[in-house]
């Protein structure tokens, strides 16, 4: 059975330093697709990122990036120069593609918490 | 932008009440799924509906719960009766389809049962 996890529960910084967030997985597919989601106080799940197992190319988004290692199961988030607004509750998520619902496993989350 | 919509927002009922959530999802989107999220955790899925037949429910305590997509398109889950242990948050969220699994999620609905 699939999973997923953030052995980070909690971070601190202070906003402009760099932070990375943790996530490993397990799955026994060879395809499969990796998420991060920001949930921030409203309640409200935010989709960051999808990268699918074929692809181990390194992504980056302004601020944001991510790091995918099929070597050691490992999909990490890194936001550089935080900010205030990056506090939250991020979760890393997996969908394996021989699931017909392409249903999400979910980590435990890292809640960030930036400070001015 | 096209958004999942919930509601309500919060509801608070006492143990052994019926409640019940609504979701209606972005326009299009045949998959919708329920998920709910206990505090400090991340979401798990109850019920995975593509369009108006349920794909997954594995995970959904039927002896209270039950959830229905009758026309396709929008979804109500519901439990009957409320114990204090559903408090949680109610996500739902939709994706195209099969193969398109990019799923946006709404708001959610916070339950405390007390």
């Known amino acids: 059975a699939q999973k997923v996890t953030q052995a980070q529960t909690e971070i601190s910084v202070v906003e402009k330093e760099d932070v990375t967030l943790d996530c490993v997985y397990e799955t026994r597919d060879t395809t499969y697709y990796l998420f991060w989601y920001k949930q921030p106080p409203s309640g409200e799940l935010v989709f960051l990122i999808r990268?699918?197992?074929?692809?181990?190319q390194n992504e980056i988004s302004g601020r944001y990036s991510w790091n995918f290692q099929k070597s050691t199961s490992s999909f990490n988030f890194t936001i550089t120069a935080s900010q205030v607004v990056d506090s939250a509750v991020y979760f890393c998520?997996?969908?394996?593609?021989?699931?017909?619902?392409?249903?999400?496993?979910f980590g435990g989350g890292t809640r960030l918490m930036v400070k001015p | 932008e096209a958004e999942v919509a919930q509601s309500p927002r919060y509801k608070i009922t006492e143990k052994s009440q019926a409640v019940a959530f609504w979701c209606d999802p972005i326009?299009?989107?045949?998959?919708l799924y329920w998920y709910r999220q206990i505090l400090g955790q991340g979401p798990e899925l109850l019920v995975q509906?593509?369009?108006?037949?349920?794909?997954?429910d594995s995970q959904l305590p039927k002896d209270r719960f039950s959830a229905e997509r009758l026309k396709g398109v929008d979804s109500t889950l519901k439990i009957q009766p409320a114990e204090l242990g559903d408090s949680a948050m109610y996500l739902c969220a939709s994706s195209l389809g099969f193969g398109y699994n990019e799923q946006f999620f709404g708001p959610g609905t916070r339950l405390t049962v007390l």
């Open positions: 509906f593509q369009d108006e037949s349920v794909v997954d």
């Open positions: 990268r699918n197992s074929f692809d181990e």
């Open positions: 326009s299009g989107h045949a998959t």
């Open positions: 998520a997996l969908s394996e593609a021989g699931d017909a619902g392409n249903m999400l496993t």
